[in-house]
């Protein structure tokens, strides 16, 4: 049962243009969506998120967009570095306290 | 920056023997979670804990799990009789407020 989908497993993107992660998600109650990023052998790391009754939120070269009669979110980076190289995943939460996940995307950013 | 620790980075038990996971979580904070990543698959949620009590659990989280705060400062996730499936990274996280979740690194359970 995927709640949270992230369709895209790879992304490759220049270094200093736009990477944009796309995010779908199927439960209308979901209230709160975050991201992080992952780094081989770390834990998540929160980026950013975004509360339902906004539809934008910026944080340096992090933007966060909610579409929520689509029920999708995307992530936008830029401009990207290759620093950002890493898994990103989407995450929704159901109520006050428990997170679901989406599968991840892995972006490479290429010099 | 205060940050989150987990122990052991990487556990090796066989199959039907009891382990531990400990967590140090970030010191003010008042909220807990266990996650676990199989490989290859997605991060699944395991259990939330707050004000000593667990506040939400997946299904996942059965019989053979439990978590305690035994001293103030310390966050354990204990598989009673482990199983092979149960092998995967482990990652504990804290949060000061519902809102954020601060992730260690995991620690990689491997049931033989």
């Known amino acids: 049962d995927q709640q949270v989908k992230q369709n895209s497993p790879s992304l490759s993107v220049q270094e200093g243009r736009i990477s944009i992660l796309n995010c779908d998600y199927t439960?209308?109650?979901?209230?709160?969506f975050l991201w992080y990023k992952k780094y081989p052998a770390e834990g998540p790391t929160f980026l950013i998120s975004?509360?339902?009754?906004?539809d934008k939120n910026e944080d340096g070269r992090f933007t966060v967009f909610l579409n929520k009669s689509a029920k999708h979110l995307s992530l936008h980076i830029v401009p990207s570095q290759p620093g950002d190289s890493a898994v990103y995943f989407c995450?929704?939460?159901?109520?006050?306290?428990?997170?679901?996940f989406g599968p991840g995307t892995s972006l490479s950013v290429i010099p | 920056e205060p940050e989150v620790t987990q122990t052991p980075s990487h556990q090796v038990t066989q199959m039907g023997q009891e382990v531990i996971l400990r967590c140090v979580p970030i010191?003010?904070?008042?909220?807990f979670y266990w996650y676990r990543q199989i490989l290859g698959q997605k991060v699944e949620f395991l259990v939330s804990?707050?004000?000593?009590?667990?506040?939400?659990k997946s299904e996942i989280f059965d019989d053979q799990f439990s978590v305690e705060r035994p001293d103030g400062s310390n966050f354990t996730l204990k598989i009673r009789s482990t199983k092979l499936e149960d092998s995967a990274m482990y990652f504990c996280?804290?949060?000061?407020?519902?809102?954020?979740?601060?992730f260690g690194p995991g620690t990689r359970l491997t049931v033989l």
């Open positions: 995450a929704a939460r159901t109520s006050y306290d428990k997170v679901i």
């Open positions: 996280a804290s949060g000061h407020s519902y809102n954020e979740q601060f």
């Open positions: 975004i509360s339902s009754i906004k």
């Open positions: 439960n209308s109650m979901f209230d709160y």
């Open positions: 010191s003010n904070h008042l909220y």
């Open positions: 804990f707050y004000n000593n009590e667990i506040s939400e």
